[in-house]
C-alpha cells in the first residue's frame, strides 16, 4: 500500500465499529404542513433520531454551491449530493462545469466541439434536450448560447429538437420557453442562418427515460428527430405545444412527439448523413438510452430504421463507464481521493447496497464517478431490481425492506466494517406528484431504518443517517410569501421536482465514543463535511484538503 494512502489515527476515536451508513433519497427537512409528506407520514424512527438534537442530530445543506451547482437557487440531485457525500471535497458540477466553458469560450475550443465543428460546412447541426430553466437537466440559457457560439463559428444549418419539461419547473411553462427560443432562431435567420425548431414532445413520453426502463420513449424521440416521422406535424412549435397541451389530460411531461414540417407537409429537420448531432442535457441519466442509440453500431433495442452516418457529442460525457458519448463538449470533474478509496486502503471492508433506480449512487457517484470495486476482496456491492413497467406511486413501498434486510445481513455478519445504503422511496414517489403514495413511501423507508439500526444496536456498532438532497418534504409548490400556488381553476399546484431544503444528519448506536457530538462552529456545513465525519467515526483523522468534520469529542 502506498503511504500517501495511509490516513493518521484520530487522537480519540477507536478504530473497528460497524458503521451504517443509510442515506434517504429527497429526505429534506421543511416546516411541518399537509404538503409536508415526512411530517404526515408515521416516521418514529426518525422522529426519534430527530429528538438528538443538537448533539446528535443537524441539519446540512443540500443544493447550490454546497454541492459544486452555480447558484443557491440550484436544487440539488442525487448525482452531485452522492458526490459530495462521497468526495468530502466540492467540485464544479453538471451546470457549473458548462457555465464555466461557456464563459470562457473553452467549450469551442475543445475536443468536441471540434469534432462536430467539421460537419458545418455542409451539414446540419442538430441540438437535442430539454428546454427549461429548471436547471436539473438542462438550463434554457446554455442553449441559447450553444446555438449563438455554433452560429458564430459557422454552424450555416440549426436545427433543435426540444422536449417538454413541466417536472423540475411549472406545468405550462413550456410556451414560454418554446417562444424564448424561437425569438432567438428567428434573430439568426435574419443573419441569413437556417436556423428552426424541428421536433419536440414531453420529456417522460419521449426521448427522456432513464434505466432502460422503456425503450418506447427512446423510439418515440427517435422517430421525430432521425426520421422526421411523429403522430402529429405542425408549421410552428408554439402552436404545437399550445395545441397538444389542450387535449384532455395533457400536459408538459407527457406531450405526444410532434415534427416541425414545411408548407408542403415536409419534415424540417430529420438527422442525415453528414450531420452533427449535440444532447444538451448536462444531467446524465436521462441521456444514457439516447446516447446509444446515436453512438452504437451495434444497436438491438428497438429498430431504427435508417442509421445516419453522424458525428455525435454530448454536452457532458453521461457515462464513465461506458466512455458514453465518446465525444462530449465539457470534460467531467476529476474526483480523486474519495472517501471510499480511503477507507478500503486503511483496511475498512465496505458493503453497499441499493435497488436498481439509485445503486449507481451508492456506489460509482459514491465513489466520484468510477466504477467498480476499489478492492474486490475488501468490497461487496449489490443491486436490487427495482420494480419495472409501473410507476412508483404504484408500489410505493418500493425495494425498502429488501435493502433493509441485506444490509441488516450484511452487518450481522461481521465481515463489513461500513454498510451503506440508499432508500430511494421518498425521492423516486416524491417524483410521482402523488401525495398519498409519498406519504406510504415515507413510511417504508422509516421502517427500513429501522430494521438497519436494531442490527446496529445487536453488533455494538454506529449509525450515520442522511439524505442527499430535498424532495418529499414539500409537495406543493409555493408563491413569493411562500403559501402554496394555485392554477387558473384554483387547484393547489403540485410539486414533483427535489427542493432547496437542508437535510438532516443523526449520528448514534452503542458503539459512538462517550463524548462525540456536533460542533456548532460549523453551521452552514454541507453533504461534504460528512466523509470526514464518517472517517472520524471509522478512527480515523480525514485528509487535510477534505470538508471539515462535523463532530467533536469532549472528555
Not at 449489490?382 to 445481513?409: C, H
Not at 410521482?432 to 415515507?442: L, P, Q
Amino acid at each position: 500500500m502506498g503511504s500517501s494512502w495511509k490516513l493518521a489515527d484520530h487522537p480519540k476515536l477507536p478504530k473497528g465499529k460497524t458503521i451504517a451508513m443509510v442515506v434517504l433519497d429527497g429526505w429534506g427537512e421543511a416546516k411541518p404542513d399537509q404538503y409536508n409528506c415526512i411530517h404526515i407520514a408515521e416516521t418514529p424512527t426518525m422522529d426519534s433520531l430527530k429528538e438528538g438534537a443538537p448533539e446528535k442530530w443537524r441539519l446540512v445543506r443540500a443544493h447550490g454551491t454546497a454541492v459544486g451547482l452555480p447558484t443557491e437557487d440550484d436544487m440539488g440531485n442525487s448525482e452531485v449530493g452522492h458526490n459530495a457525500l462521497g468526495a468530502g471535497r466540492i467540485f464544479a458540477q453538471g451546470a457549473k462545469l458548462v457555465d464555466l466553458a461557456l464563459a470562457s469560450g473553452k467549450i469551442y475550443d475543445g475536443e468536441g466541439f471540434t469534432y462536430i465543428k467539421d460537419s458545418f460546412e455542409t451539414g446540419t447541426l442538430h441540438l437535442i434536450g430539454l428546454l427549461s430553466d429548471g436547471g436539473v437537466h438542462s438550463r434554457l440559457d446554455q442553449v441559447q448560447l450553444l446555438v449563438k457560439g455554433s452560429a458564430e463559428r459557422g454552424a450555416k444549418r440549426i436545427r433543435v429538437h426540444i422536449l417538454t419539461d413541466g417536472r423540475d419547473v411549472l406545468d405550462g411553462s413550456s410556451v414560454g420557453f418554446v417562444e424564448t427560443l424561437e425569438n432567438d432562431l428567428a434573430e439568426l435567420r435574419a443573419k441569413g442562418v437556417d436556423a428552426q425548431i424541428a421536433s419536440g414532445g414531453g420529456r417522460m413520453y419521449v426521448t427522456m427515460d432513464r434505466y432502460e426502463n422503456d425503450w418506447e420513449v427512446v423510439k418515440r424521440g427517435w422517430d421525430a428527430q432521425v426520421l422526421g416521422e411523429a403522430p402529429y406535424k405542425f408549421t410552428n412549435a408554439v402552436e404545437a405545444v399550445k395545441k397538444l397541451r389542450q387535449e384532455p389530460k395533457a400536459n408538459d411531461q407527457y406531450l405526444p412527439p410532434f415534427v416541425i414540417v414545411d408548407d408542403n407537409g415536409k419534415a424540417v429537420g430529420p438527422i442525415v448523413d453528414g450531420d452533427a448531432v449535440v444532447t444538451f442535457n448536462f444531467r446524465a441519466d436521462r441521456m444514457v438510452m439516447i446516447a446509444k442509440s446515436l453512438e452504437y453500431e451495434d444497436f438491438d433495442k428497438f429498430d431504427r430504421v435508417r442509421v445516419p452516418k453522424i458525428r455525435y457529442a454530448g454536452m457532458l460525457q453521461y457515462d464513465g463507464e461506458l466512455q458514453l458519448p465518446s465525444h462530449y463538449l465539457v470534460s467531467p470533474p476529476e474526483i480523486d481521493r474519495t472517501s471510499g478509496e480511503y477507507l478500503v486502503h486503511n483496511g475498512v471492508r465496505t458493503f453497499a447496497c441499493s435497488e436498481t433506480v439509485k445503486f449507481g449512487h451508492v456506489t460509482f457517484f459514491w465513489n466520484g464517478n468510477r466504477s467498480g470495486y476499489f478492492n474486490p476482496k475488501m468490497e461487496e456491492y449489490v443491486e436490487i431490481p427495482s420494480d419495472s413497467g409501473i410507476t412508483f406511486n404504484v408500489q410505493p413501498k418500493m425495494k425498502a425492506i429488501e435493502i433493509a434486510e441485506k444490509a441488516r445481513d450484511a452487518i450481522l455478519s461481521g465481515k463489513f466494517d461500513q454498510v451503506r445504503v440508499n432508500l430511494p422511496n421518498s425521492d423516486m414517489v416524491g417524483h410521482t406528484g402523488d401525495i398519498e403514495a409519498t406519504i406510504v413511501a415515507c413510511k417504508a423507508a422509516d421502517e427500513a431504518v429501522k430494521m438497519i439500526l436494531d442490527a446496529i444496536e445487536q453488533v455494538g456498532g454506529i449509525y450515520v443517517v442522511t439524505a442527499d438532497h430535498g424532495n418529499a418534504e414539500d409537495m406543493v409548490k409555493r408563491n413569493k410569501k411562500g403559501e402554496p400556488a394555485l392554477d387558473k381553476s384554483g387547484n393547489i399546484q403540485i410539486l414533483t421536482s427535489h427542493t432547496l431544503e437542508p437535510v438532516p444528519v443523526a449520528i448514534g448506536g452503542p458503539g459512538l465514543a462517550p463524548g462525540v457530538r456536533f460542533r456548532s462552529d460549523v453551521p452552514s456545513g454541507g453533504l461534504a463535511n460528512v466523509a470526514a465525519t464518517v472517517m472520524n467515526l471509522h478512527g480515523f483523522e480525514a485528509p487535510s484538503d477534505y470538508e471539515t468534520t462535523l463532530i467533536e469529542v469532549v472528555d
